[in-house]
């Protein structure tokens, strides 16, 4: 429900934007520095994503990488991590090969195995409140027919997981009870994960190679990082250019107007320039004012309880 409703706002303020921005090809500066406003506030999830990936040591894609204890304020690879839960993250690839997941027999313990897009959208879970079982799972590309399929699924697996976009991140976790000996049992049944990379199945994509391999060195980049040479505005267009292509919007009918919104705002061919007369900064600080104001809508954030 609270995804469902987060993603529902956004559309809801990026239909406004889109129906101010269209209208014109752009022929004016202020045209252009809503299109860059956007740009910023669509490609943004990428840069947290690089992020995370700085914060993995030697982070390679379609790897297991266990967080083995409950975290604490010194990790900072996640925000607002789970206070009983430990992590296991994967930057997943699946634009040449499919991936195959295993997940041990858990009994009773809660647990979860998220997988979100490269924008940070929830777009698939299995797990305990679910009743997925134990066994393989197939992980592949599907833009047009993303979530967890049930049906028509090919022996050995319980299921396919459809991601709608190349590159994506997905964040397993496992309860960690309130006594010492717990952790124990909980890092063996992470050690119970598995993850493969696997030849494409016939028939799951009209190409077995939907873009390049993820190369998870350029979040390490200057010419795309903040630093010296860029600005975090900068560094978040930079990205978005370099990856939007590879990576569309999960709904079908986003996908035209974003691409020309891009381009509009200066994203083409993977480069991004900025138009004349617009302004960085401002862009960023309209965005963060969109999202403060969405944030405050009554109904925008549901509380479903828990902690």
């Not at 309130?178 to 993850?195: E, H, M, P, T, Y």
């Not at 600080?285 to 954030?301: I, K, Y």
Request: proline share 5%.
């Amino acid at each position: 429900m609270k995804v469902s409703q987060v993603i529902k706002s956004a559309l809801t303020a990026a239909a406004l934007l889109q129906s101010s921005v269209m209208a014109a090809e752009c022929a004016t500066v202020d045209c252009s520095q809503r299109a860059l406003t956007f740009a910023f506030t669509y490609g943004y999830p990428i840069y947290p994503y690089g992020l995370a990936v700085r914060g993995t040591d030697n982070a390679t894609t379609n790897t297991l990488f266990h967080q083995r204890d409950l975290a604490t304020a010194a990790n900072t690879w996640l925000v607002r991590p789970n206070a009983d839960t430990v992590y296991s993250r994967v930057f997943l690839d699946v634009s040449n090969n499919d991936l195959e997941i295993t997940i041990p027999e858990f009994g009773d313990r809660y647990w979860i195995w998220p997988f979100y897009d490269f924008y940070g959208n929830n777009v698939a879970n299995i797990g305990a409140i679910n009743g997925n079982p134990a066994g393989k799972y197939l992980v592949t590309f599907n833009k047009d027919n993303w979530g967890v399929q049930t049906e028509n699924v090919a022996a050995p697996y319980k299921a396919y997981i459809n991601l709608p976009t190349a590159y994506a991140l997905t964040l397993a976790r496992i309860l960690v009870e309130a006594n010492s000996d717990d952790i124990d049992a909980v890092r063996k049944l992470q050690d119970g994960f598995g993850i493969e990379e696997i030849k494409r199945r016939p028939g799951r994509c009209k190409s077995s190679v939907v873009a390049p391999k993820l190369d998870l060195s350029i979040f390490s980049n200057p010419e795309y990082m903040p630093g010296e040479v860029n600005s975090i505005e900068q560094s978040v267009l930079k990205l978005t250019a370099k990856f939007a292509k590879y990576n569309p919007p999960i709904v079908p009918g986003d996908r035209a107007w974003i691409a020309q919104l891009l381009e509009q705002a200066g994203i083409q061919d993977g480069v991004f320039t900025q138009a004349a007369g617009t302004d960085l900064t401002e862009a960023s600080r309209a965005a963060n004012t969109s999202a403060s104001a969405l944030l405050s809508q009554p109904g925008f954030l549901i509380n479903v309880g828990g902690n």
